[in-house]
């Protein structure tokens, strides 16, 4: 129900947009999150968004370099990662709750989606 994309190899200092494309069911009343999961490491929260896109919430690692945004109408969400490092790769992944709380604390969420290999070199 909620495929990522847009992943890619990309150098140190560069660009690039992933997508969360959801199916079969629309999230329009749903907070949408991206996560993170790097080899080796646990999964660490990223990014979230409030169902009207009011609000938005990003870890401190990200902040200032990351965007999320959502497009309601094509029932998308969007992760735009600028001024990327080597330990930014990971695979990304997306999910959805009704609760932005539940989701910035990662607990336990109501659909994931499949993720998004991200890897900057350096």
């Known amino acids: 129900q909620l495929q990522a994309s847009g992943g890619g190899l990309v150098q140190a200092g560069g660009s690039l947009r992933i997508s969360c494309a959801a199916s079969?069911?629309?999230?329009?009343?749903?907070?949408m999150g991206w996560f993170r999961q790097a080899p080796g490491k646990e999964r660490e929260f990223v990014a979230a968004?409030?169902?009207?896109?009011?609000?938005?919430y990003y870890a401190d690692s990200v902040k200032g370099r990351f965007t999320i945004s959502r497009d309601t109408a094509k029932n998308t969400v969007y992760l735009q990662m600028n001024s990327l490092k080597p330990e930014d790769t990971a695979v990304y992944c997306c999910?959805?709750?009704?609760?932005?709380?539940?989701?910035?604390?990662?607990?336990?969420?109501?659909?994931w989606g499949q993720g998004t290999q991200v890897t900057v070199s350096s």
């Open positions: 079969g069911r629309t999230f329009s009343n749903y907070g």
């Open positions: 968004i409030s169902w009207s896109g009011g609000r938005t």
């Open positions: 999910a959805a709750d009704r609760s932005i709380a539940t989701m910035i604390r990662m607990g336990s969420l109501e659909v």
